[in-house]
């Protein structure tokens, strides 16, 4: 869990970063992480505030880590940046893109 929780920082705190790659670890330890911190804003504004406070500032505080590691995880799998505009409308296409087959990151010497 600890090392779990590392990736989802990880991912947070590289923002700046439309170039790099995303794995698949990273991806799903950010996604189980975020879906926890959502419930628990959730949470915390049913028990506290009645209405919701929390759970609209977390999620857009998140949101552009979240778009970002989407646009790394697509160029892991070989496709533009740019996909991530049609797969953000439908969530399904969140499982499509964990999906595919990680391309070798280092050219094999025949």
């Known amino acids: 869990m600890k090392t779990a929780f590392r990736w989802f920082i990880f991912s947070v705190s590289h923002v700046e970063d439309?170039?790099?790659?995303?794995?698949?670890?990273?991806?799903?330890?950010?996604?189980?992480?975020e879906c926890l911190f959502l419930v628990l804003a959730a949470g915390i504004d049913l028990l506290f505030t009645g209405f919701p406070i929390v759970l609209p500032i977390y999620a857009a505080l998140t949101s552009i880590p979240t778009v970002l590691l989407f646009i790394r995880r697509l160029h892991d799998c070989g496709f533009s940046g740019w996909w991530v505009f049609p797969a953000i409308i439908p969530p399904i296409c969140f499982f499509v893109m964990c999906c595919p087959k990680e391309r070798e990151r280092h050219n094999s010497i025949v």
Not at 21 to 30: H, M, P, Q
């Open 18 to 33: 439309f170039h790099g790659r995303a794995g698949r670890i990273e991806v799903w330890c950010f996604f189980v992480f």
